[in-house]
């Protein structure tokens, strides 16, 4: 393991450590959003039917992501806490475990989505046409599912040891290797085969194989936080341990692309260009959020070891601060996107509804971004201190019990405007509320060990 990476988290200066954890977290995260972002982009140019098409397979895709986000998660809590408190046989006996589980949970889910992709896609609004492009396209992302969970949980354990670094160039090289094979394999650009959106596909599970390998390679030729050993032990404590965070990890994170699908299929009702709308709004949405999606990650493993070490003020000073680059940062990517609006949506499409669509989504929404950041990291630090059943909460409130259904009555009542409208008023009073619960409530959490 790396020297002093526990001292490290547990006595620098807040400000300067979780600045060098979440820095090179953005290169990492913004390989992984550029998988669908570059697969989008080049997608579009075959034609708006594969738009469409792309654009119904996110939230899926983005649901079983979740799924092993989840599980790193799980994972990398109950690592950094044991960490925290010097129990390092324990951390690695659980990296081992957390992986042969993420393997497990891919296969059966995988098949479980090919066998209901027809009935699946017919729910969310698409017809038969469209269908067979989404045929094409998932199929062969199910398929090579569990590729992808083994970087993401491994990557995972090496975050938890404070290292931040490593992960990100791993994930790095993975997203350069899919933009790369993108236009090889989609357009048959030289010796390549034209395959079109199942080109995309097989760029993408090339470069989970690679990262996966890069990941694997770290763990037990460098950290030596694993062993083939390990796993001949007993798994179903470690499995129990990882799942009692991870299952409401999971479910929080999965949460957004639910009610993304519930929210597309809203959009359907407006048309195919209402649709692409939103899954390119979504998309450059998740770039303007990845600063506070890399701040976010970067504080499960600062507030895991704090708070294996009982250091509650400095794990509330680390939040405190956290939260108020949130609402700064975001609020210039709100003016960004308002301003630059028409110039990124004309990257996506030149049909006159479809850009005007994306228009709409880049004026509106971005005005609760800085609210909905507040909600993701308080819910990061919720997991890290062992209550991930709030988390579960408070996301399924914002999700459910307010931009679903704010964003259905502002369709109904004025259209693609009013579904935008309500989802930028939900993440709002999300942000508003949780800031209020969590003041209130803080100490009583951070100090039940």
């Not at 469409?52 to 690592?79: D, E, K, Q, R, Y």
Request: proline letters at 5%; aromatic letters at 8%.
């Amino acid at each position: 393991m790396p020297r002093n990476t526990s001292r490290d988290l547990l006595t620098t200066p807040i400000g300067p450590t979780l600045t060098r954890m979440t820095i090179p977290t953005v290169l990492g995260i913004l390989a992984i959003l550029s998988f669908n972002l570059v697969d989008t982009y080049f997608i579009a140019l075959l034609g708006p039917a594969e738009l469409a098409a792309v654009s119904f397979t996110f939230p899926v895709c983005a649901l079983l992501m979740n799924v092993s986000m989840g599980l790193g998660i799980g994972t990398a809590i109950h690592i950094s806490s044991r960490i925290g408190k010097g129990d390092l046989t324990e951390a690695r006996r659980t990296a081992a475990h957390a992986l042969m589980l993420a393997v497990t949970i891919a296969v059966p889910s995988a098949t479980l989505g090919i066998l209901t992709l027809e009935p699946l896609f017919h729910l969310l609004g698409a017809d038969d046409t469209t269908i067979e492009l989404i045929r094409d396209y998932m199929e062969l992302w199910y398929a090579g599912f569990f590729l992808l969970v083994i970087p993401m949980v491994a990557n995972s354990v090496i975050r938890a040891t404070g290292d931040t670094k490593t992960p990100s160039m791993i994930m790095a090289l993975a997203g350069l290797v899919n933009g790369v094979m993108d236009p090889l394999l989609i357009f048959g650009i030289g010796p390549f085969p034209e395959l079109g959106m199942q080109g995309a596909v097989i760029a993408t599970l090339l470069s989970w194989a690679i990262s996966g390998t890069a990941a694997l390679y770290v763990l037990i030729v460098r950290l030596k936080l694993m062993t083939f050993s390990d796993l001949l032990g007993p798994a179903l404590g470690y499995w129990r341990s990882i799942l009692r965070v991870a299952i409401p990890a999971t479910t929080t994170n999965m949460m957004t692309p639910l009610a993304a699908s519930i929210l597309t299929a809203i959009a359907a009702r407006s048309g195919s260009h209402a649709v692409a709308g939103y899954g390119v709004g979504t998309r450059l949405e998740a770039l303007a959020l990845l600063v506070i999606m890399a701040l976010s990650s970067a504080l499960t493993p600062f507030v895991g070891q704090n708070f294996g070490a009982g250091n509650v003020d400095r794990i509330k000073a680390g939040l405190r601060g956290a939260i108020l680059f949130t609402v700064a940062w975001e609020l210039v990517m709100a003016l960004l996107l308002f301003v630059g609006g028409r110039w990124f949506a004309g990257l996506f499409t030149d049909d006159p509804e479809t850009l005007d669509a994306i228009v709409l989504y880049l004026w509106l929404v971005p005005i609760g971004y800085g609210f909905q950041g507040i909600v993701m990291l308080i819910c990061s630090t919720l997991n890290a201190l062992h209550r991930p059943l709030y988390g579960t909460l408070i996301s399924s409130l914002r999700l459910f019990a307010l931009a679903v259904p704010l964003a259905l009555v502002g369709s109904w009542l004025w259209g693609i405007p009013g579904l935008f409208g309500g989802v930028t008023v939900a993440n709002v009073l999300a942000g508003i509320l949780t800031l209020l619960w969590l003041s209130r409530h803080f100490r009583e959490l951070a100090q039940a060990r």
